[in-house]
T-cell receptor, first 112, second 111 residues
Framework: GENVEQHPSTLSVQEGDSAVIKCTYS??????FPWYKQELGKRPQLIID?????GEKKDQRIAVTLNKTAKHFSLHITETQPEDSAVYFC???????????FGKGTKLSVKP | SQTIHQWPATLVQPVGSPLSLECTVE??????LYWYRQAAGRGLQLLFYSVGIGQISSEVPQNLSASRPQDRQFILSSKKLLLSDSGFYLCAWGGWETEQFFGPGTRLTVL
């Protein structure tokens, strides 16, 4: 089945710097790759997603890139702000079931 | 629009007591439904998922069980709670290769 690895597990940046979180997946049949942000004590919420027919997608300060050949995708946050501090999860759809398989999460801290 | 409800929001239970957490979805029909558990500071562990009434798949062996008595209702149960059952329980709904929408969660503390 699908396996998703996410790195790093923690990331600390200065306000205004960029942050990059990387994920790899194992199932070549995966077609859908969402990213979720979870603030402390709250539910995960989708911030951006990408499908396998697209290599890059951008939404203001957030972008996701996908390399299907290498089976990895990344989240890029530019001009980070303290409110970006949260746990970020990547996920990949399971080719056989359509479910999402989540990475273990990255705790991002943005220091003012 | 679709909404997802979970209750209770918080729960404190003694070891060995039973558990029943409920999740209901509005505004959609025949959704895939999921139960996740999140230990403090940890990732999302998929416990169960359901593609229809009475259809439950278990991802992890444990002392928990799930049921789907109605199309938009998903219940997580246990006959006897363990200390290790403490955590943040999230219900979610979604379709095939699409976004999953999470409920507000239930924070369970087993003492």
């Amino acid at each position: 089945g699908e396996n998703v690895e996410q790195h790093p597990s923690t990331l600390s940046v200065q306000e205004g710097d960029s942050a990059v979180i990387k994920c790899t997946y194992s199932d070549s049949a995966s077609n859908y790759f969402p990213w979720y942000k979870q603030e402390l004590g709250k539910r995960p919420q989708l911030i951006i997603d990408i499908r396998s027919n697209v290599g890059e997608k951008k939404d203001q300060r957030i972008a996701v890139t996908l390399n299907k050949t290498a089976k990895h995708f990344s989240l890029h946050i530019t001009e980070t702000q303290p409110e970006d501090s949260a746990v970020y999860f990547c996920a990949a759809s399971s080719g056989s079931q359509g479910n999402l398989i989540f990475g273990k999460g990255t705790k991002l801290s943005v220091k003012p | 629009s679709q909404t997802i409800h979970q209750w209770p929001a918080t729960l404190v239970q003694p070891v060995g007591s039973p558990l029943s957490l409920e999740c209901t979805v509005e505004g959609t029909s025949n959704p895939n439904l999921y139960w996740y558990r999140q230990a403090a500071g940890r990732g999302l562990q998929l416990l169960f998922y359901s593609v229809g009434i009475g259809q439950i798949s278990s991802e992890v062996p444990q002392n928990l069980s799930a049921s789907r008595p109605q199309d938009r209702q998903f219940i997580l149960s246990s006959k006897k709670l363990l200390l290790s059952d403490s955590g943040f329980y999230l219900c979610a709904w979604g379709g095939w290769e699409t976004e999953q929408f999470f409920g507000p969660g239930t924070r369970l503390t087993v003492l």
